[in-house]
């Protein structure tokens, strides 16, 4: 239920524990949302850590950093944690913290679960780490975990399957949450027609969420049984089916990509029509167009067993291509809102422009593999790795530096710095280039992913020696926005309640929002609530 | 205003409750997790020429019967003790949940006894393997269902139930209903497909 009215409490206030306890137990699903920030921020440095030591060992042939089983155990590390770790939780950190003010609720609908589902990602987390103190090392399997590979290794390959059961029962109970709290606990007025957009992808992630991470839990459970219990559903040799693991894997892995990029469309489809001083072009294409592609999400996953030869090519390279067109429909919407816009070019806005680019790289790369002839040539080759960066790292982070940016007076009441915002954002997207773009060449060109060597006659060094300055350029731009955020926070609170003319009912409260979120919800009789607040009395906007 | 009143206040206007809504797509999650292991199993059937394979007893449902006699009949209890409450009859409603509790553990148990004669083990090959995950999942599902339960009984004992306010029987009762299907599929699969 939404309060329309200012509370007032009859008690007398209560004595306040310390802050850090006051943190450690909260269930305010702000604080909630900024420990999920902090805590994905925090393994995105760590996994950005692990990339850089494998750019450095590639930088040139032969090997000089790492052992080859060290080299596999930091791409396990960088995939698992990057994915599960910073993309997933960021989203749903984002999420947390918007989701029931863009709603004009209270809270979450369960706030103790929902800080149960945060605190288990640490945990999980720190479990897969913690493979690195184990005898042989962390998982080294790769985070796709193939079976016959992921049934030998020591137990950082046990931690690792432990961790990911602990992460992905923190998505599931998420996701419960976030589905009622959207059907639940919406304003007056805020009828499913008129969600926000980015509520609109939250809700679609969960579905998928809830649908999908149980069978990664299956999958992760047999594993294990095989690992340990002595089970044989991997093993051939015992009757069990080797190719099991990669349907298991990937009926949970693709929608799991969509996953970690619904949240992003739906960052850049806020950002987009406010920078614009346009409405969203064809609000119901784009909503159909996210329920369209979590409903195909689950009829794809063996394009990625193409080369196995033990799937139904017509069907799967169709249905993939199928889910180009929603897809396509979302880049149309994206263009027509900005067309004839007053456009701004502040850092949140070029952000969403660079996603734009670099996911439409991204998304035809993808257009391109789903041909079972072109999949055999570069399966597990350079340009796979160039199209999950283009989609993941250009796509979805690129979305969350723009949420970031967005949403960083509402959540700090302070602006950052648009000229340092200026520096991260060129020094971002031209070092993401530099890096990525040349995996496509190597791909073609033969390079394999996941091996930590290669001879020096193949032509391959100079494109490696580029991407590994790329990757140093992106590290620099993430170091100029550690201290954009680090001065901004030293500064004093000035932020208005809605700096950039928002559309979304978290911009009709202060910044930062009071614990109870709104002292007044203005009526809800569109998609834009707050943009028809400053239509229908300007005067009083400006008092 | 807490949370708790939060939910309370939507009850009024609306027909499902948070909690119910949750319970519902929780199960829905434990369908998909469920189905994998189906889908693993009919995988690994299709793959072997022989089945079960060579070394496996074709299993035996009689006392898997009684199994499923025993969990069919506590959904049956269950839902006797919410329609009480809901009309108000804390008392019978307490009867009924005691009972369905009892049957509960009676299948936990006779499942373990069920095993001990079974005479394969887990290593003993694929079909040991999908067998003893599957129903062990399913059994630790019972189990966790039983605590639940036993969970709403103190709440009840302790006067918290009443036909206005008894979500947690509610979405109890939702998770014991899916436990009793997914035996039911257990035992269609394992025990009853490949009679003749």
Not at chain 1, 128 to 145: D, R
Not at chain 1, 224 to 249: E, I, K, M, S, T
């Amino acid at each position: 239920m939404a309060i329309t009215e200012p509370r007032t409490t009859g008690r007398a206030p209560e004595p306040q524990p310390h802050w850090l306890i006051q943190w450690l137990t909260t269930t305010d699903h702000k604080r909630i949302g900024i420990l999920y920030l902090l805590n994905s921020f925090a393994f995105f440095f760590v996994a950005g850590v692990f990339a850089l030591l494998m750019r450095s060992e590639l930088a040139e042939p032969g090997r000089q950093l790492v052992t080859t089983n060290g080299y596999n155990q930091l791409f396990t590390l960088h995939g698992t944690l990057m994915i599960f770790l910073f993309i997933m939780p960021v989203l749903f950190g984002f999420g947390n913290y918007l989701v029931p003010l863009q709603i004009g609720a209270l809270d979450m609908a369960f706030p103790r679960i929902n800080a149960l589902s945060f605190w288990l990602l640490p945990v999980g987390g720190l479990t897969i780490l913690s493979g690195l103190l184990a005898k042989g090392g962390a998982a080294a399997a790769g985070w796709t975990s193939y079976a016959p590979v992921s049934e030998q290794g020591g137990a950082g390959q046990d931690l690792w399957i432990v961790g990911l059961v602990v992460v992905g029962t923190a998505s599931i109970l998420s996701a419960i949450n976030f589905i009622v709290t959207i059907l639940r606990l919406r304003a007056p007025g805020m009828t499913m027609t008129r969600l926000p957009v980015f509520v609109w992808s939250m809700l679609a992630t969960s579905l998928l969420a809830l649908l999908a991470t149980p069978v990664l839990t299956a999958g992760l459970i047999m594993l294990f049984a095989d690992r340990r219990l002595g089970a044989y559903f991997f093993n051939p040799a015992h009757g069990g089916d080797v190719l099991l693991w990669q349907h298991v894997f990937w009926f949970f892995g693709h929608p799991e990509v969509y996953m970690l990029i619904l949240g992003a469309w739906g960052i850049v489809s806020e950002i987009l029509p406010v920078f614009s001083g346009r409405p969203l072009f064809g609000y119901p294409g784009v909503i159909l167009a996210f329920v369209l592609i979590t409903a195909l999400s689950f009829s794809v996953w063996a394009h990625h067993m193409f080369v196995t030869g033990q799937v139904e090519f017509p069907f799967f390279s169709a249905t993939t291509e199928l889910i180009s067109i929603p897809t396509g429909v979302l880049f149309f919407n994206w263009l027509a809102t900005l067309w004839r816009g007053r456009l701004r070019f502040e850092p949140p806005m070029l952000f969403a422009l660079g996603f734009i680019a670099l996911f439409l790289v991204g998304g035809v790369d993808g257009i391109w593999m789903a041909s079972p002839a072109m999949d055999f040539a570069i399966h597990d080759t350079y340009w796979v790795v160039a199209h999950i960066h283009y989609v993941l790292f250009g796509g979805t982070v690129f979305g969350i530096m723009a949420a970031s940016y967005y949403w960083f007076p509402k959540i700090t009441g302070r602006l950052l710095s648009r000229k340092l915002g200026y520096w991260h954002f060129w020094l971002m997207f031209l070092g993401f280039n530099l890096t990525f773009f040349p995996m496509h060449e190597l791909g073609l060109r033969g390079m394999p992913r996941r091996v930590a060597d290669y001879l020096p006659d193949l032509g391959w060094s100079f494109l490696n020696q580029v991407a590994t300055a790329g990757s140093f350029v992106i590290a620099v731009s993430l170091v100029v926005f550690l201290v954009n955020v680090a001065l901004t926070l030293r500064r004093p609170r000035t932020a208005a309640a809605d700096p950039w003319e928002g559309n979304t009912l978290e911009w009709a409260t202060s910044s930062p929002p009071p614990v109870h979120n709104f002292d007044r919800l203005p009526e809800v009789r569109s998609n834009r609530p707050v943009w028809d607040l400053r239509q229908r009395r300007p005067a009083e906007e400006q008092a | 205003m807490t949370a708790l009143d939060l939910t309370r206040d939507e009850r009024t206007v609306r027909r499902t409750s948070g909690p119910v809504l949750g319970m519902v797509l929780f199960v829905a999650s434990e369908a998909m997790f469920f189905a994998t292991f189906f889908g693993a199993y009919f995988t690994i059937y299709s793959v072997n020429p022989v089945w079960p394979p060579a070394g496996f007893p074709r299993l035996e449902p009689g006392l898997a019967a009684i199994l499923t006699a025993v969990l069919v009949t506590s959904s049956v209890t269950l839902q006797l003790g919410v329609r009480a409450i809901r009309r108000d009859r804390t008392r019978t409603l307490l009867r009924w949940l005691g009972l369905t509790i009892l049957l509960g553990v009676c299948f936990l148990g006779l499942q373990l006894y069920d095993y001990s004669q079974l005479g394969f083990g887990v290593r003993d090959g694929i079909f040991g393997s999908l067998f003893y995950v599957m129903t062990g999942l399913h059994m630790a599902h019972v189990f966790g269902g039983v605590v639940f339960l036993v969970l709403v009984l103190v709440q009840g004992l302790g006067g918290q139930l009443s036909d206005a306010s008894h979500d947690s029987l509610e979405a109890g009762a939702i998770y014991w209903h899916f436990v009793d299907v997914v035996w039911i599929c257990l035992f269609t699969t394992f025990y009853l497909a490949g009679l003749s």
